[in-house]
């Protein structure tokens, strides 16, 4: 049992939602893994800050490693190198970090770098650009498409080389590592002072909202937290904390642009939702269904 959350330290943790195992595809590669299939996991939210987070955490060594050992085909890694249903998101962050970061020259560090569309894009932008990706198919596309240092070591041990960025950036990753706060304080470490940190997450209490509302009205099943994938729900509070908590000061949260499709009514729903999610205040309601946050290190 995990009795503390991984914010803010609170004891007072209410059930909230209980998220199921599947994992029939590892039934010949990972016997362990596939043994999963079938149990369940409460997911609670912290009543103090908003966080959400799992009861317990899988007792099988190295879980998020072996379920993320995925083998991507090289053509599926180019299509996400390719795909460009991110590009608003990145737009809006690369427009924010040049706003905050001193020029020449300004550094960046995407912390789950992926196939690498991100700092092609980056470097398009006038950046010197790295990265960490830890899938070393994806590492390797990355750094063979950009030209650009892609590291397969975790951001403890970038810092540890003396390694620092004027900007670091975590978009769709923090909600995928286990007590958040280890991983956020090496990333301070990774920052010059003066530098931002960019991140990006799922709005937990508004996906929980949606996926319950989809459901009341369909044939859709609640998919939060399933083989806890998403193993830490912010809020725009809790996150805000987190930040602060690590070391950053001057915490903006606001609502995260969404990613769209090419076209159709889904690109222009997509888009009416997030016009109205960024009003002032709406970071707080339901609308807001990702967060994008930006802080300083003094
Ligand atoms: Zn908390």
Known sequence: MIDRCWICGGADLARFHEAPFDFHQFADEDRDLYAYTGRRVWLVRCATCGFGQPEELPALERFFDRMYAQRWSDEWIASEFDADYKDFIFAAILRTLKRRVPPAPRTLLDIGAHAGRFLHLAQADGWTVEGIELNPRTAAFAAKRTGALVHQVNAHALASDGRRFGAVVLTDVLEHIPEPMRLLESIAALVEPGG???????????????????????????????????????????????????????????????????????????????????????????????????????
Request: hydrophobic share 50%.
């Open 196 to 298: 931002s940190i960019a991140v990006k997450v799922p709005n937990g209490r508004a996906q929980w909202i949606k996926e319950r509302a989809l459901a009341a009205v369909s044939a859709h099943r609640v998919s939060l937290a399933d083989n806890l994938v998403h193993v830490n729900h912010f809020s725009p509070r809790s996150l805000a904390l987190a930040l602060e908590h690590a070391g950053f000061s001057g915490v903006t949260v606001r609502t995260a642009p969404p990613e769209l499709p090419q076209r159709g009514l889904s690109r222009a729903a997509r888009l009416a939702t997030f016009g109205a999610a960024s009003l002032p205040g709406a970071v707080h309601t339901p609308l807001a269904l990702n967060l994008q946050a930006y802080a300083t290190l003094a």
